[in-house]
């Protein structure tokens, strides 16, 4: 048995020396892969566990190979650039070997492929567009199809789209929005039980779209239009949430006219000019008393 072993691994090795030989450095991860794959289908026909871990090693060392020639080749192909025509065979290559081994690291390395290629060609800001999008479909395939490691990606990106949200400046609102509005869409597709580790799932997507559209407002409204412009998201949050029944929704708005309440107080009392600064006390005073009315007139039925 070792003996076999030893000359599968050597095999495996010259294979991949040749394709480095051989091939264009863009096309070598293709090969490797593909290599991988019918290594896994001789480990599954043999039932050799060695080779089986021969597969795996060459699917790792095709993984990171993207890292260091793919991901950054600019090359292209008539309209379609070259990350497009590798990385993404290569990632439904891994869904594929997932699907004959159920190793779960394939799914995870399919999902990482697809979202640093997403960074790479849609660059640093417009990229939480793309991520908002994968998470959501990551989400709804997930729910669809059982898989919990689906559901983790899309928490993972979620995480990402925020703190890539919170850290680079967006010259278009309507990619920001398109994020925005994704969050907030896999936080109604997550179930409401209880019980589950998915509890968090819906406060975790509702808070991060309500923080990424609070730092959106802060970053394209300045002086006394910024505490009205969060004045309205409160209010908007707040209407939201009454007839979706979403207590974070509703608890998101009341925080949002608190900050409301304290930038009024502690920074356009002081920095503002009279006008702006009687138009802010006005603006937020009306939508104080309109909360007020609200929570006042539905108040038995808020408590049931």
Known sequence: LWASSVAFVLAALSALGAAQALLPDVSVTLAWTAL???LIEG???LEHRALHYTAHTVAGCAFARLFVSNFTNNGATGPISHRLLTVLPVAASFVAAWLRTRARLYLWAAATAVAVMLRFEMGRATVIAGWAVMG???FWLGHRLNLNDLRWQSYVLAAAVSLRGLAVRHEMP??????VAALYLQEFLAPRDQHSHERFARP???LAATLLTAV???RGVSGSLLTVAWGIQGVL???AGFPLRERVLRLSGLVVLLVCIL???FYDLRHLDTLPRILSFMALGIILMAVSWVYTRYRERLRR
Do not use: P
Not at 174 to 179: G, Q
């Open 237 to 239: 949050l707040l209407a």
């Open 204 to 206: 975790g997507y509702s």
């Open 263 to 265: 930038k009024l107080f």
């Open 216 to 218: 959106l407002l802060y």
């Open 174 to 179: 309507a990619i920001a929005a398109l994020a």
């Open 36 to 38: 991988a794959l019918l």
């Open 136 to 138: 959501l479909a990551l």
């Open 43 to 45: 480990a599954l026909w």
